[in-house]
Antibody, heavy 118, light 110 residues
Framework: QVQLVESGGGVVQPGKSLRLSCAAS????????MHWVRQAPGKGLEWVAI????????NYVDSVKGRFTISRDNSKDTLYLQMDSLRVEDTAVYYCAREGPQTEFDPWGQGTLVAVSS | QSALTQPRSVSGSPGQSVTISCTGTSSDIGGYNYVSWYQQHPGKAPKLMIY???KRPSGVPDRFSGSKSGSTASLTISGLQAEDEADYYC??????????FGTGTKVAVL
């Protein structure tokens, strides 16, 4: 079945880096745009980044521009999020999600927690 | 891009109907028919309930329905059931590879 599995979360100090991965299975990964969405503790969903199916287009929410980099390896069916210069306010559960033909997010991974704390 | 505006909470008794509004602008909801709704139970990942304003994915009960008028989208849950108690988020495409979620609504089943 269609599945997304995130990994790479953890506790990190402010200013440090972390790389998240999202392993896809059950569908043709190279045919779909992919997203990262985050949710701070007790807060709502926030869209973070998008990468087009072929990697030719990337975009980010303003608060992470210049610090986060989304990428993908279609030969490995894997999505990545490189997070540099992390801030306390980046603390959240990070979800990866597949983009459908009407820009809907489906499915979602189970999420991976990133905690930025000194 | 500002978050779409949703009521903080709505409630209803089993069997009743509730409607959640989602207010945006002409740059997002008003400009595209790319509105979707997500259900999230505590500690779980969001689940797609409605896409393209009013379409239901396979497996989603038909008591969930969506609509849009101008820059406001709505999700209606008819025949409310205990398992519908959850947080609900709207979403809209906002142009040029930009995406925005709503503030979220907690649905309580009394």
């Amino acid at each position: 079945q269609v599945q997304l599995v995130e990994s790479g979360g953890g506790v990190v100090q402010p200013g440090k880096s972390l790389r998240l991965s999202c392993a896809a299975s059950g569908f043709t990964f190279s045919s779909h745009g992919m997203h990262w969405v985050r949710q701070a503790p007790g807060k709502g969903l926030e869209w973070v980044a998008i990468i087009r199916y072929d990697g030719s287009v990337k975009n980010y929410v303003d608060s992470v521009k210049g610090r986060f980099t989304i990428s993908r390896d279609n030969s490995k069916d894997t999505l990545y999020l490189q997070m540099d210069s992390l801030r306390v306010e980046d603390t959240a559960v990070y979800y990866c999600a597949r983009e459908g033909p009407q820009t809907e997010f489906d499915p979602w991974g189970q999420g991976t927690l990133v905690a930025v704390s000194s | 891009q500002s978050a779409l505006t949703q009521p903080r909470s709505v409630s209803g008794s089993p069997g009743q109907s509730v409607t959640i509004s989602c207010t945006g602008t002409s740059s997002d909801i008003g400009g595209y028919n790319y509105v979707s709704w997500y259900q999230q139970h505590p500690g779980k990942a969001p689940k797609l309930m409605i896409y393209a304003v009013s379409k239901r994915p396979s497996g989603v009960p038909d008591r969930f329905s969506g609509s849009k008028s101008g820059s406001t989208a709505s999700l209606t849950i008819s025949g409310l059931q205990a398992e519908d108690e959850a947080d609900y988020y709207c979403y809209s495409y906002a142009g040029t590879y930009t995406y925005v979620f709503g503030t979220g609504t907690k649905v309580a089943v009394l």
